[in-house]
Each structure stands twice: as structure tokens, then as C-alpha cells.
Nanobody, 115 residues
Framework: VQLQAYGGGLVQSGGSLRLSCLVSGSSTIGSMGWYRQVPGTQRELVAS???????TYADSVKGRFAISRDNTRNLVYLQMGSLKPEDTAVYYC???????????WGQGTLVTVSS
């Protein structure tokens, strides 16, 4: 199973950015999500989405970020708005295989929000 993330970059505070992640090699993906990590800190959940569309968000991004998925193409998106400098981090996409319960990770994409 491979995950390929796209869409990171540099954006000004208050701006928007959209991340995409393509999952290949599995047809039994359940939960998909986005995590982020600042060097020296633990990786934290940003948002997750189940196959039925149910979503979970970290309190820090509620109302600003939106996660969605395309089950037919195994894609997951993270639309980020009203970005703040504290959103600066490496963002990782994640997918869980429903058969084995294995969590897979993408390579990470850097999001930098300038003030």
C-alpha cells in the first residue's frame, strides 16, 4: 500500500491550501485522515473520515479545515482555510486497511504559513 500526498507549500496567514492524497495498492481502505507534526513534537491528528463520510476534527482546526474523500478513487482531501502560522507543520496522510487493521502513512508534505 502506498500513499502519495500533494499540495503543500507556502501560504500567507489567512490564506487557503488544499492537500490531496492518493492511496494505491488496497481496495479495503477504511478510515483515512491527515496528521501533522512540528519538529520536536508528537504527530497529532488533524482530521479523519470514515467510508460513510463521518468526520472528526482536532479542536484547533474546527470550522477552518474540511476533510473529504473519494471512495471510488481512494483519494482523501484536506481543504485548509483561514490558515494561521501555528498551522505550519509537515502534514501526513494516513489510511487504515479494514482487513488487517494496518495504518499506512504518506511521505509528508510541508505546509508553511507566514505571518
Amino acid at each position: 500500500v502506498q500513499l502519495q500526498a500533494y499540495g503543500g507549500g507556502l501560504v500567507q496567514s489567512g490564506g487557503s491550501l488544499r492537500l490531496s492524497c492518493l492511496v494505491s495498492g488496497s481496495s479495503t481502505i477504511g478510515s483515512m485522515g491527515w496528521y501533522r507534526q512540528v519538529p520536536g513534537t508528537q504527530r497529532e491528528l488533524v482530521a479523519s473520515i470514515l467510508r460513510d463520510g463521518s468526520t472528526t476534527y482536532a479542536d484547533s482546526v474546527k470550522g477552518r479545515f474540511a476533510i473529504s474523500r473519494d471512495n471510488t478513487r481512494n483519494l482523501v482531501y484536506l481543504q485548509m482555510g483561514s490558515l494561521k502560522p501555528e498551522d505550519t507543520a509537515v502534514y501526513y496522510c494516513s489510511a487504515v486497511d479494514t482487513i488487517w487493521g494496518t495504518q499506512y502513512w504518506g511521505q509528508g508534505t510541508l505546509v508553511t504559513v507566514s505571518s
